[in-house]
């Protein structure tokens, strides 16, 4: 039987994933990714010098030097790097490379080499080196940079440099932000650094394998609520499948949202009620009878009253070589489960976000559960969390 503190517990957790939900569903609905902002903290008279921020789309225009830097703990040392390299001059796509500093091997690319293609062949070969080289931006003509007077916008007149990951070919776009000093409504000096976005977003990927495991889930009705029996569920489940388990979260409760103490009180007074807590109206677990505390709710609090009434939650998890979905149905007893079957996501070498392609070197295989009428080869959307730096995924879970 579970305990008044366990249910306030609940309450308070449903609470919180009402708010967090509510504030994915906004995310989701104009961005999914954030990118940082840093906003002056005390306004600065206008016409003075003030500092400004933002972030905006620049065109790599070149790589001038042709040199990409490789940095890392004896990196010079690493025999299948060297050998790498000199595959490389082999070939005719670097002029040399110089390995005299333990920890810094900078590799000068003969004329013509694409710089793109080779550094990311030495970013998918060597991930815990870092690799960089010397990029040319052009910046939009005119910026406008957030100020702690609001919006001004300026036009920019010169082109900006940054070290970065020679991954983005010439010509394609990439994500910068910039902190700019503005005099007058022009731009006397700015940094510009790569911009950093974090967050959750769907992307496509494919389904390469399945494990042994199996999930079923299932939102029982308020008013069913006891007609799941845990334990007995439990017994009959390890009889056909021993490595499994259950649990059933019961939730006893009715939520009518803010009222006054006095009403509460009244709310207290029917004989099923416990107690009431932010909201909500902890119930006997035995009570089950929604009509008659839908009338006695609605009589005490106001026909318009909106009440909820949550469903408890089932879960069964089974490890099985062969797993027949009609028994594991016909186990379980509820008309409505979910069934899911772990397995593999695949993720290529590019990942789309929001329209823009990431270099995601050797791609990424995550452990997702999938719906149990999948097959291995489907396509699909999958929710990640992702972190992305300037053309590159540095993060994907």
Request: proline fraction near 4%; charge should be negative; charged fraction near 20%.
């Amino acid at each position: 039987m579970i305990s008044k503190e366990d249910l306030i517990k609940i309450i308070v957790i449903v609470v919180a994933l009402v708010f967090l939900l509510e504030v994915f569903s906004f995310q989701g609905s104009s961005r999914n990714l954030n990118s940082r902002t840093t906003p002056n903290e005390s306004p600065t008279p206008a016409g003075a010098g003030e500092i400004g921020s933002a972030e905006v789309d620049a065109v790599v225009s070149s790589y001038p030097d042709g040199v990409i830097t490789i940095t890392g703990s004896r990196v010079s040392e690493d025999a299948t790097l060297l050998a790498r390299l000199r595959a490389l001059a082999s070939d005719g796509k670097i002029a040399y490379f110089n390995s005299a500093n333990s920890d810094n091997v900078n590799v000068v690319l003969s004329t013509g080499a694409n710089i793109t293609e080779i550094g990311r062949n030495l970013s998918r070969e060597f991930p815990a080196y870092r690799i960089y080289s010397k990029a040319q931006l052009t910046l939009p003509d005119e910026i406008a940079f957030t100020t702690a007077r609001g919006v001004v916008s300026a036009p920019v007149r010169f082109k900006a440099g940054v070290m970065m990951e020679p991954i983005i070919a010439e010509g394609d776009k990439i994500s910068v932000f910039i902190t700019a000093l503005l005099v007058k409504g022009a731009v006397s000096e700015m940094q510009v650094e790569l911009a950093e976005k974090e967050g959750i977003t769907l992307v496509l990927g494919k389904i390469t394998q399945f494990d042994d495991y199996w999930v079923a889930d299932a939102e029982i009705p308020w008013e069913n609520r006891t007609k799941i029996n845990e334990s007995a569920l439990k017994d009959v489940l390890a009889a056909v499948y021993p490595n499994s388990t259950v649990s059933y979260e019961v939730l006893s409760f009715i939520s009518f949202g803010n009222t006054s103490e006095e009403k509460q009180a009244e709310l207290r007074n029917l004989s099923y009620v416990l107690f009431t807590v932010e909201g909500h109206a902890v119930v006997e677990e035995d009570f089950v009878n929604k009509s008659m505390a839908e009338e006695d709710f609605h009589r005490i609090l106001g026909s318009n009253t909106s009440l909820e009434f949550p469903p408890s939650a089932l879960k069964v998890n089974v490890s099985a070589a062969s797993f027949n979905e009609s028994i594991f149905r016909e186990i379980i007893g509820v008309e409505s489960v979910r069934i899911r079957r772990r397995g593999t996501f695949e993720l290529g070498e590019v990942v789309s976000v929001e329209g823009k392609d990431y270099f995601l070197p050797n791609g990424a295989h995550l452990s997702r559960l999938f719906p149990s009428n999948t097959s291995v080869g489907d396509q699909l959307t999958q929710p990640v969390r992702i972190k992305i730096k300037g053309g590159k995924v540095t993060l994907i879970e």
